[in-house]
């Protein structure tokens, strides 16, 4: 480790990553190690060692095992499994959001084949009724082996980068549009006061909005979280717990976007009002026809569809980082107190030192 002297706040701060004004605060309630020179306009200084070694005593997110979490053998992975230091991490721990968010999402795009194809529904029935199962679980096993990947990688140690997943989305998509598009006429099929558009264009559109709506609300704060704790497995807890506490410069882990749960919020409310505006326009200007009605009420369901998948993932994100940084304070207080514990221990084992021969001569004289 570098005995490298830093020179003055600035210094101090950019070395850990924040503010000049939180790295005094932490001199002041956590005990940073800053030294002042003689004079009172002597300018602060520290040294890099003693900085990192305040860092992983003071780490809200530390290490119990001197081993590494992402391990780099099989012998280390035994190592920190038998100390009791780390779990094995599972994909299981995320498994019910990935799966609920998957059926949502994979609903949302079968009901654009029975949007599209509604207004002539007597026509159409049969292939709504074998179209509609095949994209609803095409895309189910789509979205859940995609987000599996990602976790999976993570949970090895590996990085995974987020074009990646929305390219691997896209294309799926894509093939899935392909694949029904033969399905869907090239003609318009809703009937409106204005020129509306063709069922196939329709329905890609359909796709693309769907896309993009998954793809914010879904593998953005998936892939988040699952960085997030890569991070803290790898022993950076410090800069992780600095980031959930909005500390001022502290950055996401490379690769990641990094969204606060109440910009996703308002992404979710301004989305949900402009949904509400352009289905009013097109509801106004619809024609009455037999089966008008089942596509008001398949708008209606898709609508609920998008809100219950963007309130789902924005819950389930926001209460995912509150549990990190929580596991990390805990991390943090319980290993202050092992450190407290082991230096009272080693202070009342040190004996004494008798005193020395002149020092009794002095004491008789």
Request: aromatic share 12%; glycine share 6%; hydrophobic share 45%.
């Amino acid at each position: 480790m570098s005995d490298e002297e830093l020179t003055g706040w600035k210094a101090v701060a950019a070395h850990l990553r924040v503010s000049v004004r939180s790295a005094q605060e932490f001199e002041k309630k956590r005990g940073l190690p800053i030294h002042r020179g003689a004079g009172t306009k002597a300018p602060v200084f520290a040294y890099v060692r003693e900085l990192e070694n305040w860092k992983l005593g003071s780490d809200p997110c530390p290490r119990p095992c001197s081993k590494p979490l992402v391990p780099e053998s099989a012998d280390d992975a035994k190592a920190c499994q038998d100390d009791g230091a780390i779990s094995k991490p599972r994909f299981g721990d995320h498994f019910p959001f990935v799966l609920t968010s998957s059926f949502i999402a994979s609903a949302m795009v079968a009901s654009s084949v029975v949007m599209e194809l509604a207004f002539r529904y007597d026509e159409f029935r049969k292939v709504i009724n074998l179209v509609t199962p095949l994209v609803w679980l095409g895309t189910i096993a789509t979205l859940a082996s995609v987000l599996a990947s990602i976790s999976v990688r993570f949970r090895r140690g590996e990085s995974y980068p987020l074009p990646l997943a929305l390219f691997l989305l896209g294309i799926a998509n894509a093939i899935g549009y392909l694949g029904v598009r033969p399905f869907m006429p090239d003609v318009q099929v809703t009937l409106a006061s204005f020129q509306t558009w063709t069922a196939q264009a329709a329905y890609l559109k359909s796709v693309v909005y769907c896309t993009i709506f998954t793809y914010f609300f879904l593998f953005i704060p998936f892939h988040s979280v699952e960085a997030l704790e890569l991070e803290v497995r790898r022993g950076r807890g410090f800069d992780i717990y600095l980031l959930l506490a909005k500390f001022p410069r502290a950055v996401a882990p490379p690769g990641t976007v990094f969204f606060r749960p109440v910009f996703l919020w308002a992404m979710l409310v301004v989305g949900g009002m402009y949904s509400l505006i352009s289905s009013a326009h097109l509801l106004e200007a619809l024609k009455q026809t037999a089966f008008t009605n089942l596509f008001i009420l398949t708008i209606q369901i898709r609508w609920i569809l998008f809100l219950a998948l963007g309130s789902q993932s924005c819950w389930w994100y926001y209460t995912s980082l509150e549990r990190i940084k929580r596991e990390c304070v805990a991390a943090g207080a319980s290993r202050v107190t092992e450190q407290s514990s082991s230096a009272a221990a080693d202070l009342h084992s040190t004996p004494k030192s008798p005193p020395n021969s002149a020092e009794n001569s002095i004491s008789h004289q």
